[in-house]
């Protein structure tokens, strides 16, 4: 199985910056694209950034300008450097990805458990 996890949410004041993080585990042959999600409460989910293999990037429009995606290929892993963060911010943030686990095989989509992210004052 492939699990992701999240790291490095938490509180932190308007105007200030986090760093998520998230790893991958599991048998995994490639991956086409890893990103990330978020959830406040009484809204729908929606995407905030995303990145592919090839390193192209898609970000919401909220958040242009003031969030970055990278990734580590070699570890799979993907990063959410945010900065001047907002009251608006505040949401459970979702790891996301498309994976290939095995050669020849469908790319299947996996979630991770979360991480909140809260900007307050």
């Known amino acids: 199985q492939v699990q992701l996890v999240e790291s490095g949410g938490g509180l932190v004041q308007p105007g200030g910056s986090l760093r998520l993080s998230c790893a991958t585990s599991g048998s995994i042959f490639s991956i086409r694209t890893m990103g990330w999600y978020r959830q406040a409460p009484g809204k729908e989910r929606e995407l905030v950034a995303i990145?592919?293999?090839?390193?192209?990037?898609v970000y919401a429009d909220s958040v242009k300008g003031r969030f970055t995606i990278s990734q580590d290929s070699a570890k799979n892993t993907v990063h959410l450097q945010m900065n001047s963060l907002k009251p608006e911010d505040t949401a459970v943030y979702y790891c996301?990805?498309?994976?290939?686990?095995?050669?020849?095989?469908?790319?299947?989509?996996?979630r991770g458990q979360g991480t909140q992210v809260t900007v307050s004052s």
């Open positions: 990145i592919t293999d090839g390193g192209s990037t």
């Open positions: 996301d990805a498309w994976v290939r686990r095995y050669i020849n095989t469908y790319y299947h989509n996996y």
